[in-house]
């Protein structure tokens, strides 16, 4: 059934009464942490909605960090990914100081960033972190074509993020490229970004999914259909390949300047998504009562980690 007033509104149940599907909690593999959403862009469809001047989601400090990887070391919880994402990671100014707290600490980092001025305002400081081998950048691309991407990213955005490119590789770092699947044929989408790498000599393989993670586009004006406990099997999925199934998001609120662990990186606003400010509390089956799980995860099949 696709969206009236009832979807999506009831936890346990979809407006046609049929059970909803959930995600049981397996163990925690990744950590994400959202920096702040502020933004130097203002992409269009960007799920979190960002932008200058969205600061709904505060800056997490270096203390909000270290608290979270403080409990995940005491507890001996298996996590061994600490993600970063926005807003723009970057314009966070304990940043690399909390990169470098969670790589000394033998995690993999993974920063999700557009790569413009605010990560290259920060190149010097920067450089210090090149030596850590478990450091990944994720870098968002929303075309293969400079004029789609500005399209959505707006003007001067593409050669400016090819300016970071472009110095992450001449300082060896490690990245791979994010963009949005835009109503064309996902082989269109890697054989236009296969030209694109060769143009620019970067070593990345368009046809690897974990080089070039493709997403589905988070358009809230298309209508996406609840998700029952009989989807699984209809579709041919596993509710354990879920992002929730395995990981959580620290966010800092600003109503209430408060940190919270919330299911997953797209859904950083909800209280029914929220699970207080322990990580230990938050383990716990997630119901998906959000247009973004079917969208996204469930038929748009997509993750935002890496493993
Ligand atoms: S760069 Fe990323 S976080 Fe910033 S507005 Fe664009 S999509 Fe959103
Ligand atoms: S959007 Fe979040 S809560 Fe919903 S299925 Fe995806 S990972 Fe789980």
Redesign the pocket.
Known sequence: MLNNENTFSNKYTTADGSNRAY?SFTFLKTLWFNTGTLCNLACKGCYVESNPINDKLLYLNFKDVEHYINEIQINNWPCKTIGFTGGEPFMNKDIIEILELCLEKQFKVLVLTNAMQPMQNKINNLKRLSKFKKLNFRISLDHYSKYEHEKIRGEKTWDRTFIGIKWLINNNFKFNIASRMLNEDEQVIRDGFAKLFKQHNLTINAYDPQDLVLFPEMNSKFKTPEITTECWSILGIEAKN???SD?RMIVKRKEDRQTHVV??T??PYENN?SYGSKLKDSFKK?Y?N?P??SK???LGRS?CSNN
């Open positions: 995600v879920m992002m929730c990981s299911a997953c797209l859904i998504f997630v998906l959000h973004h799980c996204f995860c469930v993750r």
